[in-house]
């Protein structure tokens, strides 16, 4: 008999597939079609079609997920979506995402000068722990990483930074999580689930779209969980040289997610002292206790020595915001963090679903384990629980009893979340499970097995609308889930993204000039210079971002555009050719024409792009302005 | 069908008879070479980097994740690889400049050490 419905079921199943291929090749398409040179964020120029189809991808996804399917095609499948889901910055917008990622390009492209002539980093940076810093932190890695796959590849490194932590991460935190979850439970669906609902926890999404080295940190992060969870049940040298090795690759690309693996990995250590004693006596559970401090004391504590290697860090404990903050916003800020500030109730909503339903799936476990001493996974289940805690208390802490931190508290959910999506899949399996049972199925592709004759009619009823529910509203469910948290992953309100226009004047004064040139603009063209030309080039210069000199030459233009400020720009920088960029969108419209008419009226040579959008102004050391 | 074909493709490249699979790596290298020096083509760039990719891929995954089924331990290989190559680039851009004859030695060095940790660690 299963032999003639194991057929079908697969015809079924491959109907699916190809199904599923069907709609994430359109998404892409969408996507592709979504892409534009001048918007603010992603939401206002994604093609109408493309949510709808990537809803209904993923809702199949979800059904081929649950399906008896090999795991390896499964994965292969979330793969997919991942990188999709992963790959909105980088294909809508011409720069990717503004701030973090072009200023990270911006370095990356001095790298690549100056490694491929002089080496890096180029001259002193200042005391002996900042060289170590600058030698062996920040951008380094990720840059050594980029710049080499470029040159392999034969393409401007833009396009290898724009892609390489959306795949990367797209590829190996589905892994991750499996890995992860396989650990802790022995249904071989339940990791499956888990590494396809990742992808349902917003700030997890963000990380993975952009390409800084803390996204890449983030990723080395998660495989290092997964072999401190092998590390807990093995006493093999491969498991713990694989830990070591991705925690100190964490520690190489961000200082976060290094010190994260190395306070997991103290309390993995502590845990396995714990396992290898035969009583479970409360003096050894309180001997947890002690690394347990230790481990949540590690981030704020190298945070606060973290100034010795990176000067312009200034982390300090602080009681301030007891003094500062009303007792509701304290409270607020406790239990939901930067949440409660502004933030609409979807979103509050998309963000904590997640974590609030693995708290609730982890105080069940905490009990239910209680009872089964040799349940499999369970010390492996009881490390992640601590680590979840581990990471709460740390937020806490980062929130509000320090100041001047060097990155934003809520990086920390990224952690969080990871460690929350095997949780939420066991619960949601748990219930659907319930409901299997009573049918008597294992999958949803296997409904046609029911044995309906023999069943009575109001049986016959309950049944159908179970089969309702595990057949279409389950996976619509968990499908809606996935593709509404990309709304609350991709900022819906932000500044200009760079523009066509922008990017098109940074090439067209470095293909036009063959002198070593200055550019005075605004923050925004030096993203965009970063983009094309990267950040203090001695040859096409863009100062700095935080560069006070810089904005203060661009900011004296604007009021009183004269060839002195172009002068003292040269001769800071050391260059022939002084250039100055004026953008409509960036000043207003009112501003910007009183500067153009300024500008022009001194007599500077000038060009117009973006159909008057975009001024720049030039001036050289022998011209005598008109 | 093409599960078969990826199955023994994976356990020919794992066993690296006469080291073929380890020459072809160094021909993928020497292609990358050429490219990067005198041709300057993509899409002979994708096809060599894709070939070092896997091949050395398929060597440090069957060397540490031998009993992750195949395409975990392939995407791990790969991972490690990515990682061993920007370590090498790493200190080549600290300690000289990671110009076209250097990076082609750091790939032919990461190379070897995939096929070189296949058989020490590997089962």
Not at chain 1, 416 to 441: C, E, K
Not at chain 1, 610 to 626: D, R, S, V
Not at chain 2, 26 to 52: D, H, Q
Request: positive net charge; proline residues 4%.
């Amino acid at each position: 008999m299963s032999c003639n419905h194991a057929k079908p079921v697969a015809r079924a199943l491959r109907l699916a597939e190809l199904l599923y291929l069907l709609t994430l090749s359109m998404s892409f398409y969408f996507l592709l079609m979504s892409r534009t040179g001048e918007a603010h964020t992603i939401w206002e120029v994604l093609h109408p079609a493309l949510l709808p189809t990537l809803f209904l991808a993923t809702t199949i996804l979800v059904v081929v997920s649950l399906s008896s399917e090999k795991s390896a095609y499964k994965m292969l499948f979330i793969i997919f979506h991942s990188v999709l889901i992963h790959s909105f910055l980088s294909v809508v917008f011409p720069a990717g995402d503004f701030s973090g990622q072009q200023m990270v390009l911006g370095r990356i492209r001095r790298l690549q000068d100056e490694a491929l002539i002089h080496g890096w980093p180029p001259g002193s940076t200042g005391s002996f722990p900042s060289e170590i810093f600058a030698r062996f932190g920040g951008v380094n890695f990720q840059g050594a990483i980029t710049v080499a796959l470029g040159q392999m590849l034969n393409v401007d490194i833009l396009w290898i930074h724009l892609f390489l932590v959306p795949v990367l991460w797209g590829v190996f935190t589905p892994i991750s999580v499996y890995m992860t979850t396989s650990m802790i439970t022995s249904n071989d669906k339940v990791p499956i689930l888990a590494s396809l609902l990742i992808s349902a926890f917003p700030y997890t999404t963000y990380f993975g779209a952009i390409s800084v080295p803390n996204s890449l940190g983030f990723i080395f992060f998660f495989c290092s969980l997964c072999f401190m969870l092998r590390y807990l049940s093995s006493n093999g040298f491969k498991t713990m040289a694989l830990l070591l090795l991705f925690s100190f690759f964490s520690l190489f690309s961000h200082y976060l997610t290094g010190i994260m693996s190395f306070s997991l990995a103290l309390l993995a250590i502590a845990f396995k002292a714990y396992k290898s004693e035969k009583a479970e006596s409360p003096r050894v559970k309180l001997s947890l206790i002690f690394p347990f401090i230790v481990s949540t004391s590690l981030l704020p504590l190298s945070l606060i020595y973290l100034r010795f290697v990176r000067p312009i860090t200034q982390t300090a404990f602080t009681l301030d915001k007891f003094h500062e903050l009303p007792l509701q916003e304290i409270v607020n800020l406790t239990l939901i963090g930067e949440l409660a500030y502004g933030f609409d109730s979807g979103t509050i909503f998309l963000v904590l679903v997640g974590p609030a339903l693995a708290l609730l799936c982890m105080t069940y476990l905490i009990f239910h384990l209680k009872k089964k001493p040799q349940a499999k996974g369970r010390t492996q289940t009881h490390f992640l629980i601590t680590a979840f805690l581990l990471i709460l208390v740390d937020y806490r802490i980062l929130k509000l009893f320090m100041e001047g931190l060097p990155f934003n508290e809520e990086r920390l959910w990224v952690f969080r979340d990871f460690l929350a999506a095997p949780f939420v899949a066991i619960a949601i399996w748990a219930a659907m499970s319930r409901l299997w049972t009573r049918l008597g199925v294992t999958s949803p592709l296997t409904l046609k097995l029911l044995p309906r004759k023999k069943s009575t009619s109001t049986k016959s009823h309950g049944i159908s609308g179970l089969l309702l529910v595990l057949n279409i509203l389950i996976p619509t469910l968990l499908g809606v889930w996935i593709t509404c948290s990309l709304t609350a992953s991709y900022p819906k309100f932000s500044p200009l993204q760079t523009t066509w226009y922008e990017l098109e004047a940074v090439k067209s004064i470095d293909e036009t000039t063959d002198e070593k040139y200055v550019v005075i603009g605004d923050l925004w063209t030096i993203y965009a210079g970063e983009r094309i030309v990267g950040i203090n080039n001695p040859t096409a210069y863009y100062f700095a971002e935080l560069d006070k000199t810089g904005l203060d030459l661009f900011s004296s233009m604007k009021q009183d555009p004269s060839p002195k400020w172009m002068l003292q720009a040269m001769n800071m920088t050391n260059t022939t050719i002084a250039y100055f960029i004026l953008s409509e969108p960036r000043l207003g419209a009112t501003e910007f024409n009183v500067a153009v008419s300024k500008a022009v009226q001194v007599g500077f040579r000038w060009r117009v792009m973006g159909e008057g959008k975009l001024y720049i102004f030039a001036y050289n050391m022998e011209q005598t302005p008109t | 069908m093409g599960t078969n074909f990826a199955s023994k493709l994976e356990s020919r490249i794992t066993l690296d008879r006469f080291l073929i699979f380890t020459l072809i790596s160094y021909v993928a290298v020497a292609a990358i070479f050429v490219n990067m020096a005198i041709l300057k083509l993509p899409a002979l760039g994708l096809i060599a980097t894709t070939i070092y990719f896997l091949i050395n891929g398929v060597f440090l995954g069957n060397a540490f994740f031998a009993k992750e089924n195949s395409l975990l331990r392939l995407m791990l290989g790969i991972l490690l690889l990515v990682m061993l190559l920007g370590l090498i680039d790493w200190v080549v851009i600290i300690v000289a400049s990671l110009n076209t004859l250097m990076l082609t030695l750091a790939l032919v060095i990461a190379s070897t050490a995939s096929s070189v940790l296949k058989r020490m660690v590997g089962t």
